[in-house]
């Protein structure tokens, strides 16, 4: 079973920056595309970016321009930079990943890590 473990989470101030990471470990897998969704306290998980295995990118209204999302596909790894943080972006982030194997597509979901934006 391949497995996703996010990092980089943490406190910043309003205005900071931080990035996060997101490493797929398994075998025999590739993976399509990678992304990141976030769910703030009382709220629905809501999509933040993707990116397909050839670089294109997506991303909410509510971050563009301020988070990049980038991959290394030899390492099965995502990043999410997040610059000029806001007190809004403060959420749980989970990457997920379309996970291929020889039988099958699924969707694979890390354990999230908490982002906070406080002064």
């Known amino acids: 079973q391949v497995q996703l473990v996010e990092s980089g989470g943490g406190l910043v101030q309003p205005g900071g920056s931080l990035r996060l990471s997101c490493v797929a470990s398994?075998?025999?897998?590739?993976?399509?595309?990678m992304g990141w969704y976030r769910q703030a306290p009382g709220k629905e998980r809501d999509f933040v970016t993707s990116?397909?295995?050839?670089?294109?990118?997506l991303y909410a209204d509510s971050v563009k321009g301020r988070f990049t999302i980038s991959r290394d596909n030899a390492k099965n790894t995502v990043y999410l930079q997040m610059n000029s943080l806001k007190p809004e972006d403060t959420a749980v982030y989970y990457c997920?990943?379309?996970?291929?194997?020889?039988?099958?597509?699924?969707?694979?979901w890390g354990q999230g890590t908490q982002v906070t934006v406080s002064s």
């Open positions: 997920f990943a379309a996970v291929r194997t020889m039988y099958s597509l699924y969707e694979r």
């Open positions: 398994g075998s025999d897998f590739s993976i399509d595309d």
């Open positions: 990116i397909t295995k050839g670089g294109r990118m």
